[in-house]
């Protein structure tokens, strides 16, 4: 990959206008942005900000934790449907740090067609296919490869109750340690073991990582 190249983000919630408390919706993702801004502010070009309604954007060096952070607002967001474009190219503006809507170039080009990607494919099948999907501007083959991973998990993630999802919440945030996150969570350690592997949340963990580490790795020896 170019070093010129970054990571464009492009979210937004399925179905906003539906929800019975849009506002509190709104109020959290908000919050959750502003978070996110924070803890990973050393990888963010921009800041994540929300650009219409019940969407958001933010553009991330080529090397973040791109994935992580996407996992990061679906989990602190749930039950609340989200889809995700993400698109990898340059930039052919003046970046601004602060406003990821004055930005604008091939990154964020291919974010967009990402999300249009995924709307068209709801319409085509009667259960949502995908909810992440990454449009590259060299259209690498390799993406087709991560997008079917992105569906799979799609039909892995879209299983989990509230309670699986707080465990899993609670496990990452306490050094993916079963005994850890059972402490925190006053539950005995056999209850996370069975809600990780009920889940299938090691596969579905394993395969996020090693998208990110992929991009990532690909930046190197490209770079």
Do not use: C
């Not at 019940?54 to 449907?81: A, C, H, N, R, T």
């Not at 990898?88 to 004055?102: A, K, R």
């Not at 249009?116 to 992440?132: G, L, V």
Request: proline share 1%; no cysteine; glycine share 4%.
């Amino acid at each position: 990959m170019n070093k010129n190249e970054y990571i464009a983000i492009i979210g937004d919630i399925y179905d906003s206008r539906l929800l019975e408390d849009r506002k509190k919706v709104q109020k959290n993702l908000l919050n959750v942005l502003d978070s996110i801004n924070k803890k990973y502010q050393k990888e963010i070009v921009s800041k994540f900000s929300v650009s219409m309604g019940d969407s958001f954007q933010g553009l991330l060096k080529i090397s973040s934790p791109f994935m992580q952070i996407i996992f990061d607002i679906q989990l602190e967001l749930f039950p609340v449907e989200m889809r995700f474009g993400i698109g990898i190219g340059e930039i052919t503006t003046t970046i601004d740090s602060s406003n990821s809507q004055l930005n604008d170039g091939p990154a964020y080009h291919h974010a967009r067609k990402a999300i249009e990607f995924i709307e068209q494919s709801e319409q085509q099948y009667a259960t949502r296919k995908t909810n992440i999907y990454l449009s590259d501007q060299r259209e690498r083959k390799e993406m087709d490869l991560i997008n079917a991973i992105f569906a799979l998990n799609k039909a892995i993630n879209s299983k989990w109750s509230n309670r699986q999802t707080e465990i899993i919440k609670s496990y990452l945030s306490n050094n993916e340690n079963q005994y850890e996150t059972a402490h925190a969570l006053d539950i005995g350690q056999s209850s996370v073991s069975k809600a990780l592997k009920s889940t299938n949340f090691y596969a579905f963990l394993s395969s996020i990582k090693d998208i990110q580490a992929y991009i990532n790795r690909a930046d190197g020896e490209r770079g």
